[in-house]
């Protein structure tokens, strides 16, 4: 029976493995009292997530471009909402307050978008996209 493979959108969406888009990326949830924590390995085929040392320092500057983009939507979408130009105690609380609500959303994606899309040595094994285990390759 043949299987049908899994899109790169669904794997990162639901923060799959880059090589298998089987095995999961975090342990944990992304909001809840068990921390979200990067898995060392993937479950289903083995690949190591930290490819070198200090790779997910990289996931930094994709985060800090989320956020920029996070505080200028939210700004503009204020200002829309509340025409207020004088206050800007308005402004910096709700900006900060709405970082602090995405800071694990950004955490969780800047990684996966970093071995997604951002890190050409990781390539996706449509043999591995299967319930069957490749083993530890």
Known sequence: MLMAKTSQFTAILT???????RGDVFSGTL???????????????????????GF????????YAFVVGEMLNVGLFTYLITGNDTSPWLYISTIIGVI???TPINYR???????????????YYPDYDTDDKPGNI
Not at 32 to 46: K, P, V
Not at 56 to 63: I, K
Not at 109 to 123: A, D, F, G, M, N
């Open 15 to 21: 923060s799959k493995c880059p090589k298998c888009r």
């Open 31 to 53: 909001y809840g009292l068990n921390f979200q924590e990067t898995n060392d390995r993937c479950a289903h085929c083995g690949m190591k997530f930290e490819v070198e040392p």
């Open 56 to 63: 997910f320092y990289g996931a930094m500057y994709v985060s």
């Open 100 to 102: 602090l609500l995405l």
């Open 109 to 123: 994606y800047s990684r996966i978008l970093l071995l997604h899309w951002l890190t050409p040595k990781i390539k």
